[in-house]
């Protein structure tokens, strides 16, 4: 089901180099399974530069073993 819902912002400032690791936190739905969330990286300076990525997630049942935090790179 596609909510149109936005869960998270996060601004960043300059990047120096050719990386940069960034953390968001968002909340995840009470209803368990497969989602796929989409992450829009918008640039303001640079036209051409904007990117969006679908992440697919499984929400499970939480417990102390299953709260990590997950890296997702993009390349």
Known sequence: MDSGE??????????????STVSLSFY??????RRIYT????????????QQYNVPLEIIEADISSQVNTEVNFE
């Open 6 to 19: 936005l869960l998270a912002v996060k601004r960043m400032g300059q990047v120096r180099g050719s990386s």
């Open 28 to 33: 995840t739905p009470e209803d368990l399974g």
């Open 39 to 50: 992450v829009y990286l918008i640039n303001d300076a640079y036209l051409g530069m904007d």
